[in-house]
């Protein structure tokens, strides 16, 4: 092995030990590039210079603390860090037969129903960016600080004890972990937990702003979307895309990961990112 990449992986050892494919170890191959941890005395780190997932020749430290599908431990308590991990096809098997049961209910014509369903997947896509943009991200001052706490802590140490405020607790709960660890599969889908009553409270509004007979297919599109999220989430983190739109959603994402977390909030779609001015042109 060439002496600087020595070097380089002397001064990045996995900040936890990896636990292979978390607690559902048939679900596929995943990519798994070398994980980076937190600065250490004497080594150099290398500066961003592509907007691709990093090489281990060409690696960032202020974005993430490790690439590798592996898990930090977020709770002291037991079951709390089991809840937080949660299978990507969860919401799947949650949300697919709901919106099945929605169309199938929907009292309007087929093609108002139609027309509704594609208004509720536009609809989700300026949810996703804002709730991406503003309250899913944080201060620079809030995601550095929490960067640099997560990067200290030793092995198998709990997070959320360590954090100062909870502002970074809030914040590291809901966007913060992935962006640390942003190829822990285990952690890429909301748990049942949150999503479901959010899923109640959004169809309460759908309801109340659009009555009984509109909101079926409107609510089907809207969770649709959110599936559509999911999915493409899962892919860009850990297949290789084979279409040109496909190689150029998972490079904004990678981008916003490893680059720029400020540009490109959209994963499902760059329609809000292009409208709203944090579109990254190739």
């Known amino acids: ?14 900040s936890q030990p990896l636990r ?14 070398i994980p980076l941890a937190s600065r250490a005395e004497g080594c150099t780190f290398l500066p961003m210079a592509t ?58 014509p087929v093609l108002l129903t139609a027309g509704l369903f594609l208004g509720g997947l536009t609809l989700w896509t300026l949810v996703e960016y804002f709730l991406h943009r503003h309250l899913f991200h944080a201060p620079d001052e809030v995601m550095q600080g929490t960067h640099d706490i997560v990067a200290a802590l030793k092995p198998g140490e709990a997070v959320l004890p360590a954090l100062p405020t909870w502002r970074h607790v809030v914040y590291f709960i809901m966007h ?13 889908v909301m ?10 409270l959004f169809y309460g509004v759908f309801r109340l702003t659009t009555g009984p007979a509109l909101s079926p297919s409107l609510f089907a ?29 998972k490079w904004r994402h990678q981008r916003h990961h490893f680059q720029d977390p400020d540009r490109d909030f959209g994963v499902s779609s760059p329609l809000w990112d292009l409208i709203m001015g944090t579109l990254t042109r190739r």
Not at 4 to 13: G, K, Q, S, T, W
Not at 57 to 67: F, G, L, T
């Open 1 to 14: 092995m060439h002496p600087d990449l020595r070097a380089i992986r002397r001064c990045n050892p996995p």
């Open 20 to 33: 292979s494919r978390h607690f559902y170890p048939w679900f596929g191959q995943l990519d798994r590039p």
């Open 51 to 108: 907007a691709t997932q990093p090489t281990a020749a060409n690696r960032p430290n202020d974005h993430y603390v490790s690439n590798r599908d592996e898990s930090v431990r977020m709770f002291r308590q037991e079951w709390l860090e089991r809840l937080s991990h949660v299978h990507p096809i969860v919401p799947h098997v949650l949300y697919v037969p709901l919106v099945a049961f929605l169309l199938w209910s929907a009292p309007t």
């Open 176 to 188: 913060g972990v992935h962006h640390e660890y942003p190829n822990d599969s285990s952690r890429l």
């Open 191 to 200: 748990p049942p937990g949150a999503s479901i009553p959010l899923a109640i």
């Open 221 to 249: 599109g809207f969770v649709s979307g959110y599936l559509t999220y999911d999915t493409v989430h899962y892919l860009v983190h850990h297949r290789t895309l084979p279409t040109a739109w496909g190689r150029y959603t």
